[in-house]
């Protein structure tokens, strides 16, 4: 996540504000990066980074359909980082 928060900032500052936050999805920790704005699909990552799905965000507002359940089986919500600029 260090990563992302790193990229993050090495652009300028989008509205809605981007923010992270970890969760407990299908008994793992897990982490949702939000979108920026507007027809743009939030991301969740393992604990290694990986992407692991979208969803939600893009034209659907449904993300890419990989965690469709995501919404409902997230628990243990827990804000890591917001941007703070």
């Known amino acids: 996540m260090k990563a992302r928060i790193a990229a993050t900032l090495g652009h300028r500052k ?4 981007i923010r992270i936050y970890r969760y407990v999805y299908n008994d793992q920790t ?3 990066e ?4 507007c027809d743009q699909q939030s991301t969740v990552y393992d ?4 992407v692991l799905c979208h969803p939600d965000g ?3 507002g449904k993300g890419d359909g990989q965690c469709a359940n ?5 628990a243990n919500e827990r804000l890591v980082w917001q941007d703070p600029r």
């Open 58 to 60: 893009g034209i659907t």
């Open 47 to 50: 604990t290694k980074g990986n």
């Open 70 to 74: 995501f919404e409902k089986r997230k």
């Open 34 to 37: 939000t979108a920026p704005c």
């Open 30 to 32: 897990v982490y949702w």
């Open 14 to 17: 989008q509205y809605p504000i």
